[in-house]
């Protein structure tokens, strides 16, 4: 269960990189730690699959290249593959990685952990922002 999920145990709702109610990633395709849609997190999550990132062509590439393919499908595992323009919880220090190789994709602020904050700086998730107004 996610480490601050809303329910009877009095926890606080996941809150995203804003401060703000944690939005859904993806579903289709299904996203996240625990494939809600969401990139919650708890301790169980030792990658911290946290920031809601929009793929590209390039990032994929570069992900591919690190050891880490995520866009050759896995039937098996009903992993179908990510192509360019779906969203993706991804592990926060691969979205750094990829930042400071100058290839980090978009991210989707109000559907990004907090937690992601540990790894990455929220100024510079921002500059990558699609749903900043």
């Keep these: 269960m996610p480490r601050d999920q809303a329910g009877g145990n009095g ?3 996941s809150r995203n990189v804003l401060g703000e109610r944690l939005e859904s990633c993806s579903v289709k395709p299904v996203t996240g730690f ?3 849609g969401c990139c919650d997190t708890s301790a169980e999550d030792r990658g911290s699959h946290t920031v809601c990132a929009v793929m590209t062509a390039e990032f994929l590439t570069f992900s591919k290249a690190r050891g880490n393919d995520l866009s050759t499908p896995v039937p098996e595992f009903g992993f179908p593959g990510l192509k360019p323009g779906d969203r993706w919880c991804l592990c926060a ?3 750094q990685e990829a930042l ?7 991210v989707a602020l109000r559907a990004t952990h907090e937690g992601a904050l540990d790894y990455c700086a929220l100024a510079d998730l921002k500059r990558h922002a699609v749903d900043l107004s």
Excluded: H, M, T
């Excluded at 400071?100 to 978009?106: C, I, L, V």
């Design 11 to 13: 926890r606080r709702p």
């Design 34 to 36: 625990f494939r809600n």
């Design 93 to 95: 220090p691969r979205w």
């Design 100 to 106: 400071e190789a100058g290839r980090a994709p978009r």
